[in-house]
């Protein structure tokens, strides 16, 4: 590692110290290479870093003393936070002062000066001009706590940013936009962009997008995450979704769904994807409760994956107080694509009641036939020989869990609430639970586990489709025992 100072050990006893018998010094070496281990382990591409393991340990390891201090230095350095145009400057002359770090960038987030407020963010022009071509293994941009007000930034220096030639993230989050070409602009400025990130984004621009209006590689982009934004983004991404292949889309329902409208701002960004989406994720935020009655003509205008003919697994996220429970099984009633294989819901915890949420999802989910309905749908023809095994998921999460393992941090009291969840489902599932498709989670980072071997699955069966011949079983890999490992 390259460091003018000199590294001397992380574990030792005074040079001089008579007093007592010495304690045995880990060679530097050793040390190094344990914190070389841990960084290894930190997954950068997480879009929420705080908790995140490998990075908390990595940043315990820098305030133990100075040597590890300038061992975990270049680490802590992959993802870099730029607030002002100051932070811009004291980057540039540290990149000029440490060549080496150049390498090591492979996140830049730039945001307003204070977090959780939407400030100006002129430094992105600065950054983008002053740093073209200084961080090769740069992949991510995230914008964040922003406004991006006219003229603050010049569109000139937003075509600097096409230098950075291995940026292919982008992610806005709570940003305000002055109109949608300032979104435009950002996106056709980075040629390899695969992955757009709109979560919390606001535009004064009120007229919509048209179709010429579109990125100039937006043919490129195959990954949307759409969530509660304003109305000239969204039209910008039903244009992009129509006009490009969108494999995964991630996406947001919210405010007043009325059931006699003749189509909704939902439903036509889901449509525009609908001849190429593998995988989409719902995230469905509580609005005024739909009438039982209402509730299935709700779906068909607002959530329809009638047309998806390519999807393989869908995720819906529902929060307290879970209202719309109600509405899985009329979402997955509609379903019919061949390739079907996973399903998942996450209901969210408020992260303060995690008792009170679990005990009124108890007496819900026991009380009403949902769970019942699903077994029952999921015995029709087109799903009996699709589903991967443990692939309908039902797990509980809350916004301070992502990088919880196991039951770890559950106490007595909520593992017993959650095992209670997990007996219910298994006993009002009981045709699901004896094929083996069934599974529960008690965090987030089970149900990503539970996510990462189901696009193994996937994986496997896309080959082994490849390969059979014409006539066989187009899922080997779905359902009990032959859907495992061995």
């Not at 090769?136 to 941009?141: A, T, V």
């Not at 003749?262 to 989406?277: E, G």
């Not at 301070?400 to 593992?415: E, Q």
Request: with cysteine.
């Amino acid at each position: 590692m390259d460091r003018a100072e000199s590294i001397t050990t992380a574990v030792s006893t005074s040079e001089g110290s008579s007093h007592g018998p010495s304690i045995p010094r880990l060679p530097v070496e050793v040390c190094e290479r344990i914190i070389d281990h841990v960084a290894a382990g930190w997954d950068t591409g997480y879009v929420v870093a705080k908790g995140e393991p490998h990075l908390t340990t990595l940043t315990s390891c820098a305030l133990v003393c100075q040597d590890w201090y300038y061992l975990t230095w270049y680490h802590l350095r992959q993802r870099i936070h730029l607030r002002d145009r100051t932070d811009v400057l004291s980057l540039s002359k540290m990149l000029r002062a440490k060549p080496r770090l150049r390498e090591v960038i492979e996140q830049v987030v730039i945001s307003g000066g204070s977090p959780g407020e939407r400030q100006p963010i002129r430094h992105l022009g600065t950054f983008a001009a002053m740093l073209a071509g200084k961080a090769p293994r740069l992949s991510r941009i995230t914008i964040e706590d922003a406004e991006w007000t006219i003229g603050s930034v010049r569109m000139d220096d937003i075509g600097f940013l096409g230098v950075f030639s291995a940026i292919d993230v982008l992610c806005l989050y709570k940003v305000t936009l002055s109109s949608a070409a300032q979104l435009r602009h950002l996106v056709s400025a980075l040629p390899r962009l695969s992955e757009l990130w709109c979560v919390n984004v606001d535009c004064s621009q009120k007229q919509h997008v048209s179709p010429a209006s579109l990125p100039l590689n937006y043919a490129n982009l195959e990954y949307l995450d759409v969530r509660w934004v304003a109305p000239a983004v969204e039209d910008l991404f039903v244009q992009i979704s129509r006009a490009s292949r969108v494999r995964n889309l991630i996406f947001g329902v919210d405010g007043e769904l009325d059931p006699s409208s003749a189509a909704s701002r939902s439903q036509t960004l889901l449509d525009a994807s609908s001849t190429s989406a593998e995988t989409v994720e719902l995230n469905i935020y509580p609005s005024s409760p739909v009438r039982d009655d209402a509730i299935d003509a709700t779906v068909e205008r607002h959530c329809n994956l009638s047309h998806h003919d390519h999807l393989w697994r869908l995720e819906i996220y529902l929060w307290h107080p879970f209202a719309e429970w109600l509405w899985i099984p009329h979402i997955l009633s509609r379903i019919v694509s061949k390739h079907f294989q996973a399903m998942a819901v996450m209901l969210r915890l408020r992260t303060d009641h995690n008792a009170e949420d679990l005990d009124g999802l108890l007496t819900t989910v026991e009380q009403d036939d949902v769970l019942a309905r699903l077994d029952s749908i999921l015995q029709e023809k087109h799903f009996s020989g699709t589903i991967a095994s443990r692939g309908v998921c039902i797990g509980i999460g809350h916004n301070g869990d992502y990088w919880t393992s196991g039951n770890t941090g559950m106490g007595p009291a909520l593992r017993e609430r959650y095992d209670r969840l997990d007996e219910l489902v298994r006993r009002k599932m009981p045709h699901s639970h004896g094929r083996g498709i069934l599974s529960t989670v008690p965090n987030f980072q089970e149900f990503y586990s539970w996510r990462e071997d189901m696009d193994d699955i996937h994986r496997q069966s896309m080959q082994a489709e490849q390969k059979k011949p014409a006539g066989e079983d187009a899922h080997p890999l779905a359902e009990g025992p032959q859907g495992s490992a061995d």
